[in-house]
């Protein structure tokens, strides 16, 4: 029997990351060509962590770096599917001011009802810096929850 569970419930509100889903239908036109829509899905709210692989490559003309993420939402993520005679490209999720693409997806329904994992790559060649200067977004410290925080800075 599945489980029904909100976000507050399932994670410490501190561990969740808020981002953005841009779900792109695609239908063929009548000369057999791809057309995409793109439909962008704000405030989209879960757990993200660093995923493998994040390797350089380097090659003779340039080098790249890789980045992956985890992703564990109750927001219904998607692949390269087939709904109801919709063709869907892969979903991409901007966040932490880089774009990914859903390469993969797991469907946890069976431990908590509706939730999935996704790993999606970085789609950028180099990443954006990782922020230096010790904000971490939605954090503050008005909240009682959040002061003993204060010591990690």
Known sequence: ???????????D???????????RPENITQQGRSAIRQQRFNDIRGVVTAASPNDLERL???QLQTGAISIVTP??????????RQNYQPDIVYWDSDYYLVQVTENY??????????????????GSAP??????????????RNSG?????
């Open 75 to 84: 927001f219904k993520l998607f692949g390269v599917q087939k709904q109801a």
């Open 1 to 11: 029997m599945a489980v029904h569970l909100g976000l507050e419930e399932a994670f």
């Open 131 to 144: 922020n230096q200067d010790g904000f971490i977004p939605g954090l503050t410290f008005q909240f009682g």
């Open 60 to 62: 003779e003309d340039y």
């Open 109 to 126: 329904s069976r431990y908590m009802s509706g939730w999935i994992q996704a790993i999606a790559i970085e789609t950028n060649y180099v």
């Open 13 to 23: 509100v501190d561990m969740l990351d808020v981002f953005s889903v841009i779900r």
């Open 149 to 153: 925080m204060l010591g990690c800075f």
